[in-house]
């Protein structure tokens, strides 16, 4: 189950927008069909993205509950293994297809090789190949 994190609440609040009473979801990972509605999810999405990024919030998933306040769509939930949250969540990744890196918090986190690749990245100016096996 996703969590309502209060960085996210922060983007309703400064935005004046009411708090979801639907199921909020994490986009890192979506699947979508071709159509015309969801090029006006996405469209609408995007606008409300430049909106809030201009206020400085910089946050996706706002953005993306308020758009599907806007644009009538049946949506469903994937599985958890097809968005894998590491670092986030305590569930494992047994079964995972999908393995999200997240950047929440990334800053103050060393739970993962991927964190540990990008700080020596950052540090070191060069890609540490330990590290990088990790990710694999």
């Keep these: 189950k996703f969590v309502f994190l209060d960085f996210e ?7 004046g927008w009411p708090l979801p009473t639907r199921p909020y979801f994490n986009s890192g990972v979506v699947l979508v069909r071709d159509t015309d ?21 910089f946050k996706d998933q ?7 306040d806007q644009v009538p769509l ?3 939930q994937l599985a958890p293994q097809w968005n894998a949250l590491i670092g986030l969540y305590t569930g494992g990744v ?4 999908i ?3 997240s950047t929440i918090r990334f800053e103050d986190r060393d739970d993962t090789g ?8 950052t540090q070191a100016e060069e890609v540490d190949v330990d590290a990088r096996r990790q990710v694999r």
């Design 99 to 101: 393995l999200h890196f």
């Design 114 to 121: 991927f964190q540990r690749m990008v700080e020596n990245v």
């Design 9 to 15: 609440r922060e983007t309703f609040i400064k935005m």
């Design 62 to 68: 706002p953005p993306l509950s308020r758009a599907l």
């Design 94 to 97: 047994r079964g995972a297809r």
């Design 37 to 57: 509605a969801t090029r006006r999810l996405y469209a609408t999405w995007h606008d409300i993205w430049l909106q809030t990024s201009a206020r400085g919030l």
């Design 74 to 76: 049946k949506v469903e």
